[in-house]
C-alpha cells in the first residue's frame, strides 16, 4: 500500500499472489517492471479495487490502512466507496463519520466519507441513515455536504474549454469554464437534487445559500432545456426569491430569512434572479416575471439592471417587449413640462394646506399641524427653475449605459435578436426627447430659440421632423442622454451591418426613418445613402434637403475626425 500500486516488489508479496503474476500480466491488470522482481498496477482503477477489497477486510481498522499509506490523496475515491459500502450493508455510517471527525487525520477523509452515500443506487431507499447526522447540531453537516459536493462533483464547462473565442485564452479560459462549471455525474446530481427539493423546507437560509449553489451547477448544463427537475429548480428558486423581496417591504414581520446578513441576503437574491435568467430559454414565463417585478419597482438598484442586463442575450429571445419596457422605465425621467406642472401643483397644496391649517383655531390643532405652521416654508416663484438642453426627459447619465457604445446592453442583444423591438425602443427614446426639446423653448421663450418644422416627403408618405445642429448628432452618439446615444450608436451599427449583408438601401431607410420627429435619424439615413451610393425616389428628398446641409456642414467642421458628409463635401 505505501507504494499506491506503483513498484511494488516481488519480496513484499506472499507466495500465492506472485504465482498469479503471469495470469494478472496476460490480462492487463499488472505490468512487470522487473522481471519477477518489480510490479506495478496497470491502471489506477485495479490499486483502487485492491485497496478497497483491504479496507473492507479491515472493517472497523479501516484508518491505520490509510494512515499506513501516507494518507494519499487518491485514496478519496477508495474511501468514497467504503463510504458507500457501510451506508449499503446496514453499518453505523453516520457514527463512523463522528469517529473520523475525532481522529487525527487529514480533514479530506470528513469530506470523501460524506460524500460517498448520494453516488449509491440504494440512496433514496436510505435517507434516514444519511439524513440522521446532517439534521443533527443546527445542520451544520448539512450545509458541509452542500460545499463539498458542489466543490467536488462539478468539472469544468466543456463547451468553454472547446471554445474558439479569442476574448478568452489561457487563465482566463479555465477560470471561465470553472465558474460555469458542469455535474460531473448526471445520475448522482439528479439523486441529490432531488433530495434537496424534497427537503428544502427543513433547509436553514444558510444552507439554502449553499444549495443554489448547486442548482446553478446544474442549471449551467441544462438551463436551456426543459425537464421536471429543472422545472422544480427554477420554481423552487422563484419561490425564494419571492419570499425574499416580499420580506424586504416595510411592515412584513414573518421573515425566515432573517439569520442572514444584508449582505449574505442580497448575495443570495443575486444568484436567484442570475439562476432564473439563466434558465429563460426553457421556463421564459419565470424570467418575464422577474423582468415584471423589476419594472414596477419605484427604483431600481444598479445591481439588479446588471443582472438583468447581463442576461439580455435571453430576454431578448423570451420577452423582448419587457426587456424594452425595463429600459423605458428606467431611463425616462420628467418632461420638462411635467416636472412644471409637479412643482406648480405641490406649491399649490401647500399654500392650501397652510391656509386651511391658520383657519383652524389653535386650540383645535394637533401638535403635528402646530410644527408644520411653525416651521419655516421656502417657497420658490414659480417658473423661477431653470432648465438646460440636457433637460430631455431621459436619465443624462447613467452607469449602465457609459460610456456610450453600440455593445451596450440590452440595445445590441435586442438588435441581434429582436430588431423590432429594439427600432421601436430607439424611436420611443428620441420622440420622447424630442417632446421635451420642444418643450423648452414654450416653457424659456427668452433661453431657447423656437423651433420650425422640417417637412419632407417620403415614398411611404409626408413626415414633420424637429432638430437643429445639437440634436442632429445624436445620430452619432453626442449632445444626447447617455441612454440615447447609446440607442443611436446601436441603431447605426446594425443598419450598417444589414447594408453590408445586402438589405435593400430603400427598405433599410424606411425601417430607421419611419415614425421618428428628429433630425438625428435623417443624418443616420444620409449614411447609408452614401455608403451604398444609391439614388431613388427615397434618397432624393435627403440630399436636396438644403437645411440639413447646414447642420452636417456644421458637424463636419466641429468633428474633422469622421468622414460622414450629407452633401458630400466635409
Known sequence: APS???????????????????????????????????????????????FF????????????????????????????????????????????????????????????????????????????????????????LLEKFLVWFQAERTIPNALLLQSANPTLEGAALVRAADAFGWPSDFALWRRVLTWIL????????????????VFAVFQN???????????????????????????????????????LTDEVRGALMRALRQLILRSGRAYPENARALVERAIAQERRSQKLLDIIFAFSPILAQVCAETLADLVRAEVYEQLPQERLDAEREEYENRIARLKELRAKPEGERTPQEQRYLDSPHFFSSMGSHSFSFDDLGIDRHHSSFFPATPINQP??????????????????????????????????????????????????GAQRLWGEARTYAWFQGAWAAQPL?????????????????????DELIRLIVEGHDNWAVLGLAGSIALESLHVSATTLPLVACQRLWHVDLSRSISDPGRPFSLPGLG
Open 198 to 213: 424534497a427537503r428544502e423546507q427543513y433547509f436553514k437560509p444558510t444552507a439554502i445559500v449553499h444549495a443554489v449553489d
Open 411 to 460: 440595445f445590441a442583444s435586442l438588435f441581434e435578436l429582436a430588431p423590432d423591438v429594439a427600432r421601436k425602443l430607439v424611436r420611443d427614446m428620441s420622440n420622447r426627447a424630442t417632446t421635451a426639446w420642444r418643450q423648452l423653448p414654450v416653457i424659456e421663450p427668452n433661453g431657447f430659440a423656437t423651433p420650425i418644422p422640417l417637412d419632407i416627403q417620403f415614398p411611404w
Open 4 to 50: 499506491l500500486g506503483k513498484l511494488i516488489g516481488a519480496r513484499q508479496l506472499r507466495d500465492a499472489s506472485v504465482s498469479h503474476a503471469d495470469a494478472l500480466k496476460s490480462d492487463r491488470i499488472t505490468d512487470i517492471v522487473e522481471e519477477g522482481s518489480v510490479f506495478s498496477f496497470a491502471h489506477d482503477i485495479f490499486f483502487e479495487w485492491s
Open 485 to 505: 446615444e447609446s440607442a443611436y450608436l446601436a441603431l447605426a451599427y446594425w443598419a450598417h451591418k444589414r447594408l453590408d449583408a445586402g438589405d435593400d438601401p
Open 53 to 140: 477489497r483491504l479496507l473492507i477486510d479491515k472493517a472497523a481498522d479501516w484508518r491505520d490502512a490509510i494512515i499506513a499509506a501516507g494518507e494519499a490523496p487518491l485514496l478519496a475515491r477508495v474511501v468514497g466507496l467504503l463510504s458507500q459500502h457501510w451506508f449499503e450493508g446496514g453499518k453505523d455510517w453516520g457514527q463512523e463519520y463522528a469517529n473520523i471527525d475525532g481522529a487525527a487525520l487529514r480533514p479530506q477523509w470528513k469530506r470523501s466519507w460524506l460524500l460517498g452515500p448520494p453516488a449509491s443506487s440504494k440512496f433514496a431507499d436510505k435517507l434516514a441513515v444519511f439524513e440522521a447526522p446532517l439534521f443533527t447540531h443546527d445542520a451544520a
Open 221 to 259: 448544463m441544462w438551463g436551456d432545456y426543459a425537464s421536471p427537475l429543472s422545472k422544480r429548480i427554477v420554481a423552487t428558486a422563484e419561490a425564494w426569491l419571492l419570499d425574499l423581496e416580499q420580506t424586504r417591504i416595510v411592515g412584513v414581520t414573518a421573515d425566515r430569512w432573517t439569520s
